[in-house]
C-alpha cells in the first residue's frame, strides 16, 4: 500500500526567509503524481505545486519549488521570501493508477507558522 | 469560476441518525471526490465518483454511501451515525480522472458533529 509521511508536526519560519518542508512516500508504482496542498485556517484546501514522477525537472510555482528525488522517494517543498499568507498546514499526497485509482493518499500535515 | 461548492457548512446530528452531505463541483468537472478529515486521523479518502458511477470506495463500512447526480453534484450519506464520523468532510472535484494527472480542486468541507 501507499504510505505518505510528513515526519515535521510543526516548522515555523521568520517573515521573508526560506523553508523546507518533507515528505517522504512509499510506492511500487513507476507512474505517479505528487502534490502539495495547503490548509489555512478557512479549512478550503488550496493546490500549491505538483510534480509528475516522468519529470525529472522540479516543478516551482513563484516562490514555491521542489526538490523531488525519485529514487530516495522524497518530495520535499521550499517556500521562499515566506510571507504571513503563508502560514497554514501544509499536506504532501500521492495520487497513482492501480487500485488506488482517483484517490489521493496524504501525509499527516506539517503546520507551518511565519513569523513578523 | 466558482469553485466547488459544498452544504451544508455545519451540520449536528445525534447517534443513530443520518446525514446527507452535498457538494457541486467545479463547472466542466465530472469527477467528484470524498475525504473524511477527522481529529488525528488525518485526510482519509472515502468515494470517487465519474458519469455517475462509484470508481473508487476508500476503507469505509456501507454505511457510508453516497450518488452522483446527472449535473454532476454529488451527496454523501452517512446512516447510523457514531460519535466517530465526527470530522471535516471535504468534497473534491476534477477534470476525468482517466488520467491520474488532473488535479483535485476542494471545496470548504461540511463540518459534521455527532452528540
Known amino acids: 500500500a501507499q504510505t505518505v509521511t510528513q515526519s515535521q508536526p510543526e516548522m515555523s519560519v521568520q517573515e521573508a526567509e526560506t523553508v523546507t518542508l518533507s515528505c517522504t512516500y512509499d510506492?511500487?508504482?513507476?507512474?505517479?503524481?505528487l502534490f502539495w496542498y495547503k490548509q489555512p485556517p478557512s479549512r478550503q484546501m488550496i493546490l500549491v505545486i505538483r510534480?509528475?514522477?516522468?519529470?525529472?525537472q522540479n516543478a516551482t510555482e513563484n516562490r514555491f519549488s521542489v526538490n523531488f528525488q525519485k529514487a530516495a522517494k522524497s518530495f520535499s517543498l521550499k517556500i521562499s521570501d515566506s510571507q504571513l499568507g503563508d502560514a497554514a498546514m501544509y499536506f504532501c499526497?500521492?495520487?497513482?493508477?492501480?487500485?488506488?485509482?482517483?484517490?489521493?493518499?496524504f501525509g499527516q500535515g506539517t503546520i507551518l507558522t511565519v513569523h513578523p | 469560476e466558482a469553485g466547488v461548492t459544498q452544504s451544508p457548512t455545519h451540520l449536528i446530528k445525534t447517534r443513530g441518525q443520518q446525514a446527507t452531505l452535498r457538494c457541486s463541483p467545479i463547472s466542466g468537472h465530472t469527477s467528484v471526490y470524498w475525504y473524511q478529515q477527522a481529529l488525528g486521523l488525518g485526510l482519509q479518502f472515502l468515494l470517487w465518483?465519474?458519469?455517475?458511477?462509484?470508481?473508487n470506495r476508500g476503507n469505509f463500512p456501507p454505511r457510508f454511501s453516497g450518488r452522483q447526480f446527472p449535473n454532476y453534484s454529488s451527496e454523501l450519506n452517512v446512516n447510523a451515525l457514531e460519535l466517530e464520523d465526527s470530522a471535516l468532510y471535504l468534497c473534491?472535484?476534477?477534470?476525468?480522472?482517466?488520467?491520474?494527472?488532473?488535479?483535485?480542486?476542494f471545496g470548504d468541507g461540511t463540518r459534521l458533529s455527532i452528540l
Open positions: 499526497a500521492y495520487n497513482a493508477g492501480g487500485t488506488s485509482y482517483g484517490k489521493l493518499t
Open positions: 465518483y465519474d458519469e455517475g458511477e462509484e470508481r
Open positions: 473534491a472535484s476534477s477534470l476525468f480522472a482517466g488520467q491520474t494527472n488532473q488535479p483535485q480542486h
Open positions: 510534480q509528475e514522477a516522468y519529470k525529472q
Open positions: 510506492t511500487s508504482e513507476s507512474d505517479y503524481y
